[in-house]
Nanobody, 121 residues
Framework: QVQLVESGGGLVRPGGSLRLSCVASGSIFSINSMGWYRQAPGKERELVAT???????NYAGSLEGRFTISRDNAQNTVYLQMNSLIPEDTAVYFC???????????????WGQGTQVTVSS
């Protein structure tokens, strides 16, 4: 069993900041990539940012500059620092990881339950 547990969501005013955290735990042999996706009401889930074990990052083009992804490999934790938030950032933010649960076989994709981020005055 693998669990991804997010924290740090909440209500913030436009222009404010939030920092999301996600800890991966359970039967983990090694982690390839970790990242964040989001889903706004009535919309499809979309990429926010990902980061590899070597700390290479990939962002949705419109978010780079306001959002920063980082990772603590020793703690199996990924962070998302979100600055200059706007109402359009309102969504459920999901943690994602591609990882191996054993020394053999294929890596699998795992998801957290999501954390709500609401940007409103």
């Amino acid at each position: 069993q693998v669990q991804l547990v997010e924290s740090g969501g909440g209500l913030v005013r436009p222009g404010g900041s939030l920092r999301l955290s996600c800890v991966a735990s359970g039967s983990i042999f090694s982690i390839n990539s970790m990242g964040w996706y989001r889903q706004a009401p009535g919309k499809e889930r979309e990429l926010v940012a990902t980061i590899t074990a070597a700390k290479r990052t990939n962002y949705a083009g419109s978010l780079e500059g306001r959002f920063t992804i980082s990772r603590d490999n020793a703690q199996n934790t990924v962070y998302l620092q979100m600055n200059s938030l706007i109402p359009e950032d309102t969504a459920v933010y999901f943690c994602y990881s591609n990882l191996f649960t054993a020394a053999w076989g294929r890596a699998g994709d795992f998801w957290g339950q999501g954390t709500q981020v609401t940007v409103s005055s």
